[in-house]
T-cell receptor, first 113, second 113 residues
Framework: SAVISQKPSRDICQRGTSLTIQCQVD?????MFWYRQQPGQSLTLIAT?????????ESGFVIDKFPISRPNLTFSTLTVSNMSPEDSSIYLC??????????FGSGTRLTVV | AQSVTQPDIHITVSEGASLELRCNYS??????LFWYVQSPGQGLQLLLK??????LVQGIKGFEAEFKRSQSSFNLRKPSVHWSDAAEYFC???????????FGAGTRLAVHP
């Protein structure tokens, strides 16, 4: 199965600032997925990132708030922009490799103060 | 639209007792089904998955799940629970290929010594 390195593992940020989360995969993948897990909640898909094209955002998520880059087949970033305390969550990236199903990064625990 | 229901928000069992976590899904075709476990402060770990074939699926850590198409269910079972099994368990459904996963709300498992 794929191995995902996600950085940073956690951060505490001031409201109004932005944080960029990085996701590095040890194999080439077509799609990368970004999820949000709010405190005590399940996972919600933010967007799907394809290499060489615009990310596809789910209802309730917009590019201005969560810009995504996908410069190559092993790397992606998610930026949480103009943060507010409501953005405090765990953010996870995920990939599908072959028949292994979906592998998840260890997550970025974000606290906005 | 796809959806996943985990009816039990919180379950408590005694160590050594058997366990069954319920999962019902809604999907128009044959779904791809997954169970993930999330320990406190950790990322998601895949326990098992069902794509096709034998409806009884064996996973890691002694877990198994049974796909029942007639009941739209994919319940997770373990014959004897260990204290280290205390965690949050998520059922998820996917459309296959490189499509997104839809997660249930999760079931938090507590294990009494």
């Amino acid at each position: 199965s794929a191995v995902i390195s996600q950085k940073p593992s956690r951060d505490i940020c001031q409201r109004g600032t932005s944080l960029t989360i990085q996701c590095q995969v040890d194999s080439q993948v077509t799609m990368m997925f970004w999820y949000r897990q709010q405190p005590g909640q399940s996972l919600t898909l933010i967007a799907t990132a394809n290499q060489g094209s615009e990310a596809t955002y789910e209802s309730g998520f917009v590019i201005d708030k969560f810009p995504i880059s996908r410069p190559n087949l092993t790397f992606s970033t998610l930026t949480v922009s103009n943060m507010s305390p409501e953005d405090s969550s765990i953010y996870l990236c995920s990939v599908v490799v072959g028949d292994d199903g979906y592998t998840f990064g260890s997550g970025t625990r974000l606290t906005v103060v | 639209a796809q959806s996943v229901t985990q009816p039990d928000i919180h379950i408590t069992v005694s160590e050594g007792a058997s366990l069954e976590l319920r999962c019902n899904y809604s999907y128009g075709a044959t779904p791809y089904l997954f169970w993930y476990v999330q320990s406190p402060g950790q990322g998601l770990q895949l326990l098992l998955k069902y794509f096709s074939g034998d409806t009884l699926v064996q996973g890691i850590k002694g877990f198994e799940a049974e796909f029942k198409r007639s009941q739209s269910s994919f319940n997770l079972r373990k014959p004897s629970v260990h204290w280290s099994d205390a965690a949050e368990y998520f059922c998820a459904v996917g459309a296959g290929g490189y499509n997104k996963l839809i997660f249930g709300a999760g079931t938090r498992l507590a294990v009494h010594p």
